[in-house]
């Protein structure tokens, strides 16, 4: 069984930065691949950012440049470095996993290949 806990969200004003933190317990393989998705009110959840095991990246076009995403695989633990944050970037960021995958730059990050979700970290972005 694997755990979620997403950290680390809150309100900042455009241009800020944000760190979100997304702990990791439970069966390792289904972890290997892990990735970050927001959705604000009243639209579709969108994919943000996706990890590999062996740390290779792929970020959706509106957050390229801005945000990071990286992990610390022998604490268990996946963050989301978040720079000139933009009144659209507010949103529920939640942190997600699953078994292992391959990842290129233009990988897509498509939440029904994973079935393993956090609780959610809300991120809200003042103009």
């Known amino acids: 069984q694997v755990q979620l806990v997403e950290s680390g969200g809150g309100s900042v004003q455009t241009g800020g930065s944000l760190r979100l933190s997304c702990v990791v317990s439970g069966d390792a393989y289904s972890t290997r691949c892990m990735a970050w998705f927001r959705q604000a009110p009243g639209k579709e959840r969108e994919g943000v950012a996706v990890i590999s095991h062996s740390g290779t990246t792929s970020y959706a076009d509106s957050v390229k440049g801005r945000f990071t995403i990286s992990r610390d695989s022998p604490k268990n633990i996946m963050y989301l470095q978040m720079n000139s944050l933009k009144p659209e970037d507010t949103a529920m960021y939640y942190c997600?996993?699953?078994?292992?995958?391959?990842?290129?730059?233009?990988?897509?990050?498509?939440?029904?290949?994973?079935?393993?979700w956090g609780q959610g970290t809300q991120v809200t972005v003042a103009s």
């Open positions: 997600a996993a699953r078994g292992p995958c391959w990842v290129s730059p233009s990988t897509p990050i498509i939440g029904s290949e994973y079935i393993n």
